[in-house]
């Protein structure tokens, strides 16, 4: 995996920690992030999309004060989409002023917390929220700064542009449907609520240009709309935020847009756009989560049992067992995802065999890496490393099984330290009620 070597022995040190010291120190399964090139990354994306506007780093991605303290120092904003991140955030002591809430159905508690830690702006998902934000905003006596969510009919998962399919999700307001401009109305009918942007975000690990270009293109058309209705009142319309979903390189064969490429490309035509409609440049925002916290972060297993199973037409496939799975990678289980994954505790001349990573839940579908070749030699107690889980992995971990979190560092300069520890019986005993 990138950021990673091999030490001349054969082990795999990342950031210049070996994986058997990190291992012996941390134990397993664990969490490694790379600092340097999670803050490069940050730094990347300000200096891309700096002069356009801003970035503001998804935490729904992975998120930890010591994280939010990165992307705080890296200049960056930050996206949050629940309660708890807020909270996370706050605590970390990110300035309120640079957090933006996302989400489609934030609570009256958490649009409370929201307004009452004074954070940038809201972004609006539908008409119930732009009234209850309203009464938020009033009741705290402040104005507050929004944003509207709108879906901008990109299924940009195909790469084709179905404007009919893609309506059909719980998230923003439709243009064509004629919902987004209903909810513009809205807002500026609210005594407590500013609109200051449009919001779209099409989807994620997206690999081409042009779902991102039609997109900007439908955002600004509706802004022209507004423009029209509202005159100068639409000026306070400074923000178009595009959201994330820019692609990483899970695999070898995976092909990332470059970020500079990019930021010039939807800077070009959020331009073009507005300079057609006689409007001035709008502030440019974008939301990356995946490519920030993704390639940095890999994960240790200790592998357990080894075990060949006879298959039906003769072949022979080799479960690998790891003292992980599902409760700290879901992503293979939900969404088929793929990962690179490696022998990282020693060297190995020996023939690659066929074999499938699997974890230690009580579950068939708990397959960690469904096809890779680990070698032939491979033994219980020998450490893989698997490439590119920095983003949702650990932030959709679960206790399933009752199997505690992994632990979680941050290797730097040749020096690890634990960001979050490992999890405990005694945490998961802290919820009983009767003891
Ligand atoms: N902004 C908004 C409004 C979003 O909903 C998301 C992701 C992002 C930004 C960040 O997208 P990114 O740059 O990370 O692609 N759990 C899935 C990914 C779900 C993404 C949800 N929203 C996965 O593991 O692939």
């Known amino acids: 995996p990138r950021g990673t070597a091999r030490s001349a022995n054969g082990v795999v040190t990342i950031a210049g920690v ?33 002069r356009y506007g801003r970035v503001h780093y998804a935490s729904k991605a992975f998120l930890s004060v010591e994280i939010a303290k990165w992307v705080e120092e890296e200049g960056l904003s930050l996206d949050v989409c629940s309660g708890g991140e807020l909270a996370v955030a706050l605590h970390a ?22 307004v009452a ?12 929220e732009i009234d209850r934000l309203d009464a938020v905003a009033a009741r705290h006596g402040v104005v507050a700064d929004v944003l509207i969510r709108v879906t901008p009919g990109v299924n940009a998962h195909t790469h084709e542009f179905i404007s009919t399919a893609h309506e059909d999700q719980k998230f923003g307001f439709s243009i064509s449907g004629g919902k987004a401009i209903e909810a513009v109305r809205r807002v500026f009918a609210a005594d407590h609520l500013r609109l200051v942007g449009l919001h779209s975000h099409i989807g994620s690990q997206i690999f081409e240009l042009d779902g991102f270009e039609v997109a900007a293109g ?12 509202f005159g100068e009142r639409a000026e306070q319309l400074s923000i178009i935020d595009l959201g994330g979903g820019l692609g990483i390189s899970y695999l070898a064969s995976d092909d990332p847009l470059p970020v500079a490429e990019l930021a010039d490309a939807l800077a070009a035509i959020v331009e073009r756009e507005s300079a057609a409609l006689g409007l001035p440049m709008p502030t440019l925002a974008v939301e990356p989560g995946r490519a920030i916290a993704g390639p940095p972060g890999v994960t240790l297993y200790r592998v357990g049992t080894i075990k060949d199973v006879v298959l039906d037409g003769g072949g022979i496939r080799r479960y690998v067992s790891v003292d992980g799975g599902m409760s700290d990678n879901i992503r293979s289980a939900l969404y088929d995802a793929e990962y690179d994954v490696r ?25 960690v890496v469904r096809d890779c070749w680990l070698p032939g030699d491979l033994v219980p107690g020998d450490v893989l490393i698997v490439g590119a889980t920095g983003a949702y992995c650990y932030s959709m971990s679960s206790r399933y099984n009752m199997v ?32």
């Open 93 to 114: 002591g990110f300035p309120a002023a640079r957090i933006a809430l996302h989400g489609n159905n934030k609570s009256v508690a958490e649009l409370d917390a929201a």
């Open 117 to 128: 830690a004074g954070i940038g702006h809201v972004v609006l998902d539908s008409l119930t």
């Open 18 to 50: 070996a994986v058997d010291e990190l291992v012996h120190r941390h134990q397993t399964p664990l969490f490694v992030y790379d600092e340097a090139d999670f803050r490069a990354r940050c730094a990347a994306m300000r200096e891309a999309f700096g």
């Open 343 to 367: 022998l990282a505790s020693r060297r190995s001349t020996a023939d690659g065999v066929l074999s499938r990573v699997v974890g230690k839940h009580c579950e068939t579908g708990d397959i």
């Open 218 to 229: 439908r955002v600004i058309g509706l802004l022209g709309d507004v423009v029209d209705e």
């Open 404 to 435: 505690c979190r992994p632990a979680v560092v941050a290797v730097r300069d040749g020096q690890s330290r634990e960001i979050l520890r490992r999890e405990t019986v005694a945490d998961l005993l802290s919820l009983e009620v009767t003891q």
